[in-house]
């Protein structure tokens, strides 16, 4: 998967609390098992009228946030059923953060195998973010996981803690199957030694 590193993006604010995975990838949506091409249908039901024209009130619909790399959200983002094409959608729409004050568990786990970073903050820190979002595409924030940082528009700074393990594999760009195959070696010498030793399985 891409690495993250650190990145320089627009926000968009979206203050709703549980906003689940059916909002970000309807069901319909769930007859595929590509990775690519769910962009253009996350968070459906909100992004679309019911003719199929975009809704203008919808914060993803309005030009400064077209581009928007960054989800400022409100509490418990990613609760409802464990569908991994939620994070699909969001990755393939351009998403590569987002912060909020908690996450569902499953959803926060499978953030991190697909190159998404979910970042977890304070509701002090959420209001600050949230209001340097609602500037607009000239208010850009900086995210460096190296460092673990978060700075606004106006330069303020805040800390965020991340698991080291999870770190490590977002700044490689590894997924399950890359972390295996950082260890082909290994493999490699134990078939080599159950052929040798058990040649009859």
């Known amino acids: 998967?891409?690495?993250?590193?650190?990145?320089?993006?627009?926000?968009?604010?979206?203050?709703?609390?549980?906003?689940?995975?059916?909002?970000?990838?309807?069901?319909?949506?769930l007859k595929t098992i590509k990775r690519s091409g769910l962009g253009v249908s996350a968070f459906h039901e909100m992004r679309y009228q019911m003719d199929g024209t975009e809704n203008p009130d919808f914060i993803l619909n309005q030009g400064a946030y077209r581009n928007a790399n960054i989800i400022v959200a409100g509490d418990n983002f990613g609760c409802g059923s464990s569908r991994e094409h939620a994070p699909w959608a969001l990755l393939?729409?351009?998403?590569?953060?987002?912060?909020?004050?908690?996450?569902?568990?499953?959803?926060?786990?499978?953030?991190?195998?697909?190159?998404i970073l979910p970042v977890i903050v304070t509701d002090e820190e959420l209001n600050l973010l949230m209001n340097d979002a609602e500037k607009g595409s000239n208010a850009r924030m900086v995210i460096d996981l190296e460092s673990q940082r978060i700075e606004t528009s106006d330069g303020e700074v805040i800390k965020f803690d991340v698991d080291q393990h999870r770190k490590h594999c977002l700044i490689n760009g590894l997924d399950d199957i890359g972390l295996t195959m950082e260890k082909m070696e290994s493999i490699d010498s134990f078939e080599k030694k159950m052929a040798k030793n058990t040649p009859w399985i």
């Not at 891409?2 to 549980?18: D, G, Q, R, S, V």
């Not at 393939?92 to 991190?112: E, H, K």
Request: aromatic content about 14%; overall charge negative; charged content about 20%.
């Open 1 to 29: 998967m891409e690495k993250f590193e650190k990145m320089t993006a627009i926000a968009a604010p979206m203050p709703l609390i549980n906003i689940d995975t059916d909002m970000i990838i309807p069901k319909q949506f």
């Open 92 to 115: 393939d729409f351009g998403v590569r953060c987002v912060i909020s004050t908690s996450f569902a568990d499953i959803f926060y786990n499978n953030c991190f195998k697909n190159g």
